[in-house]
């Protein structure tokens, strides 16, 4: 029998309640209760917290000694999430029990339960016939209520077409299209001068012509090809497709800091993304809780900084539990990925935290901060001092070395900096930064991150490179009690990302700075879909629904002076929620799918109704592909 089971449940009054029973003869005495959160404890009943790093805690309960068979009761008040309820995402995870001696104690947790159970959403189901089950939509299709028969069999000779189809033989697999068929019907590739990424497929009654230019207009012109025959199925309609981008950039991110995610599971994400024509993967890489990257100067980073657990530096925050876990990745796996984007039209762009989100560095070079253990300030997350200094020649040293290595490893023309979510408080107790600020006429904190941007940019620049970074190092942030911007007095050739809110991306453009449109609101997909206790997903940027990603305008309040300047738009998923594996398919399907269809054809895009039916038969394919989703 199992020495101790653990109970978690959310009380009618909204409180966390832990129960922890002895199924056993034997009596524990000083042990300790370990666990993560994503919501800040406020206050306990029944214990005491010994220990806390960001959202991990340790806790001694106000009884040390457990008896046989005995029980005992700890009551948590936590940070209210917007919408006023908790879900599957906001109770204890990894919970551990640690005897007197430090070594774990045998343990089973329950599943999260609710007082006050909130039902899941019914989503009606329509299954209403298209004529355009192509995601997303293409601009211009002329397809005819007249059919030819090919029996899912195609005949290719051209070797620009043929480089394209062993490229998918990997990803489309599964969906069991032959096309080295000689008695199948005929593809044949027309090059013309078409613009970038676009393409024009003919169905005629002898054959297909598929017409583009360049290398991403023929492997786009395959894929809509595949989703046409996956849906007719041994039938295909004449008639005509022209087909292009709107934006440009047509991106996703993955957080790879709070939770690692192999090399096999970042591929099948690049093509569940190549499927859907999104081009731009968003890596994120380092942030308080990891060091993912293997650089070579510095390698004793990712050994110790890349790794959490109990007896690790970095303690098992989100989730990960008393043994040792997490990864990093290698140069060559690295590399790796690169290579597979890059055949799927994908590039990759990496992100490095700067100077906030710093907290695993930090312990790796605790030189990066003044006199660090008298500043004792907190960022969002409950992380105390990781914040590197600006101001110190250990900073400039070693994020001269880092870029240096990221520019050798990455071909991408962008470097991704971070500088969001800097706290109040980080800079302010530094005698060095005050007597820097005074020295060079700095009124206020916020020109100091604009000094360290100029900087790092200017390190970026001289790698034949350009710098990017979130909204904060071009914008104050008002409505924040915690966070702290920049003036904006910044190189105007920094790509900012815009992700606060919906107005932050007019703000941004309005100084001159071009932009990707990722606004919390829509394109974080760790929001929760709806306010359910079944749910998963966090809420304090409301939640998102499917169908609110595709009714989403991006330009719809920005002045018509700057839609040139806005580069594209770009989902994200943050790993805080994501303990276990088996969650990651829902918060992205079908959203990312959906948001596709809002970065490519935003113009001429088919009503809800419509879009949910061609939605089903995509899911189909995904499906086919490995893929879970979400109900929709």
């Not at 809780?289 to 110790?304: C, G, H, N, T, Y």
Request: glycine residues 4%; charged residues 20%.
């Amino acid at each position: 029998m199992t020495s101790l089971s653990i109970t978690p449940k959310f009380n009618t009054k909204n409180l966390l309640e832990i129960l922890i029973k002895n199924n056993s003869d034997q009596i524990f005495s000083s042990f300790k209760v370990c666990f993560s959160l994503v919501y800040s404890i406020k206050s306990v009943e029944g214990a005491r917290i010994l220990r806390q790093t960001g959202r991990y805690y340790e806790l001694k309960t106000d009884d040390s000694n457990l008896p046989a068979h005995g029980s005992q009761l700890i009551i948590l008040t936590l940070q209210v999430p917007r919408i006023g309820t908790y879900n599957m995402s906001c109770g204890p995870e990894g919970i551990f029990v640690i005897d007197e001696n430090d070594k774990i104690i045998q343990s089973m947790k329950n599943k999260l339960t609710f007082e006050k159970e909130i039902a899941q959403t019914v989503y009606p189901t329509n299954h209403a016939n298209t004529s355009m089950p192509i995601v997303p939509e293409p601009q211009v299709s002329k397809l005819k209520n007249d059919f030819i028969n090919c029996n899912n069999s195609f005949y290719i000779t051209d070797q620009n077409l043929l480089e394209i189809i062993s490229v998918l033989e990997r990803p489309f697999q599964n969906l069991k299209i032959d096309f080295n068929s000689k008695q199948g019907m005929k593809i044949n590739y027309r090059k013309e001068k078409l613009g970038p990424e676009e393409y024009t497929i003919d169905i005629l009654q002898d054959q297909i012509i598929i017409t583009a230019f360049d290398y991403p207009g023929r492997l786009y012109a395959l894929i809509s090809l595949m989703h046409l025959i996956f849906y007719y199925h041994n039938k295909l309609p004449l008639g005509l497709i022209q087909d292009k981008p709107q934006f440009n950039w047509r991106g996703m991110h993955l957080d790879c800091a709070r939770q690692f995610h192999s090399v096999t599971q970042i591929k099948r994400l690049l093509d569940y993304m190549v499927l859907f024509k999104l081009n731009r993967f968003h890596w994120h890489l380092t942030d308080n809780e990891a060091w993912r990257l293997d650089l070579k100067s510095f390698p004793k980073l990712v050994k110790k900084f890349s790794y959490r657990g109990y007896n690790e530096i970095i303690p098992p925050v989100y989730g990960s539990g008393y043994y040792k876990y997490g990864g990093y990745y290698s140069t060559r796996e690295v590399k790796e990925i690169i290579q597979y984007a890059k055949k799927l039209n994908i590039e990759v762009m990496p992100e490095i935290e700067l100077p906030a989100h710093s907290w695993a560095v930090i312990q790796f070079m605790p030189k990066l901060l003044d006199n660090f253990k008298k500043i004792n300030f907190q960022d969002i997350g409950n992380y105390k001092n990781n914040t590197i200094n600006p101001c110190l020649q250990t900073t400039w040293k070693f994020l001269e070395r880092v870029i240096n290595d990221i520019a050798k490893i990455f071909p991408f023309s962008i470097i991704h900096i971070g500088v969001d979510e800097r706290p109040k408080g980080a800079w302010e107790g530094s005698a060095k930064i005050i007597n820097f600020m005074k020295k060079n006429n700095l009124k206020k904190f916020s020109a100091v991150q604009d000094y360290f941007v100029n900087r790092v940019n200017s390190i970026i620049r001289k790698k034949n490179k350009k710098t990017a970074a979130w909204n904060e190092a071009v914008l104050p942030v008002y409505d924040d009690d915690i966070n702290i911007g920049g003036t904006g007095d910044i190189d105007k050739n920094c790509l900012i990302f815009s992700w606060q809110n919906p107005s932050i991306a007019q703000q941004v453009l309005k100084k001159d700075f071009q932009t990707v449109i990722c606004q919390a609101q829509t394109c974080y997909f760790d929001m929760a879909y709806n306010n359910s206790t079944e749910e998963r997903g966090l809420c304090w940027a409301g939640t998102i629904e499917t169908k609110d990603i595709h009714a989403w305008q991006p330009l719809c309040n920005i002045s018509k002076k700057y839609h040139s300047s806005v580069a594209g738009i770009q989902g994200h998923l943050w790993s805080e929620t994501l303990t276990s594996g088996k969650y990651l398919d829902a918060m992205i399907n079908p959203r990312l799918a959906v948001l596709s269809e809002v970065a490519w054809s935003s113009k001429n895009r088919r009503n809800w109704k419509d879009f949910k039916s061609v939605l089903y038969q995509i899911i189909k394919i995904t499906k086919k592909l490995g893929w879970d989703n979400h109900k929709f």
